[in-house]
């Protein structure tokens, strides 16, 4: 069968595909000839192949989003190729401080329902702010849950400077750190520990604790130590909400 096209001679002839059924099939010259398939099942392979495409973009999107996230949740540069698979465990009580903090990952999702947090505490240079920061990379690039790092002394800078006219107030910085769906405060325990200190950190982990929002605390200090630091009150809000994972192993830093 023949019709005129544009270009001369349409060749077409009746054709039948075993999902669609009947359909016309024509004549193409493009670099030799040949005849069309079905066109339904053209149809579906495009949308197959624009699905594929944009779900493509998608991914790339959301890889794209979580970097941002992790970029913007104020992790130090030095410690931002931390994950929590690259963490070494050799003895007992590292793979057990290990297995506790990718635990307390893999059930994140709960944890942001019911502001469950972490008391990373233990020796210095044993791991504690590496593994936040792999759990910081995994709510942030993972499940694209928006997560802040900082340390205490740099957020009572940041309280100091603003009574002395910064461009930010105490309220809108404590506010910033509330509002985080997850966060971690570095260093508790570092300093003396004045009434203003320990009353901001009060004020901090109580709004987040009634908001249900998780904290993670990591801290050199032992029980007796963080309690006398933190005072009673606070300490009370972490036994309730918080279980200690411990650090009790000498420090990675210095070995030949």
Known sequence: MTEQGILGALQTRPAECERHGEYESVMINLGGQRWTGCPACSAETIEQHQAERDASQTDDLRRMRGQAMFEASGVPRRMQGATLKSYVSDSDEQKTAHRQVCDYAKALTEHLETGDGLVLMG????????????LIRYATRTLAVQARYITAPALFSRVRASYGGSGESEAEILGELVEAPLLVIDEIGVGKGSDNELNLTYSLLGQRYDACRPTVIITNLMSDDLRA????????????????VLFNWESYRGRS
């Open 229 to 244: 630091w933190l005072g009673e009150r606070v300490v009370d809000r972490l036994r309730e909400t918080s279980p200690v």
């Open 123 to 134: 020796n210095m240079g044993t791991g504690k702010t590496h593994l936040a920061v792999g």
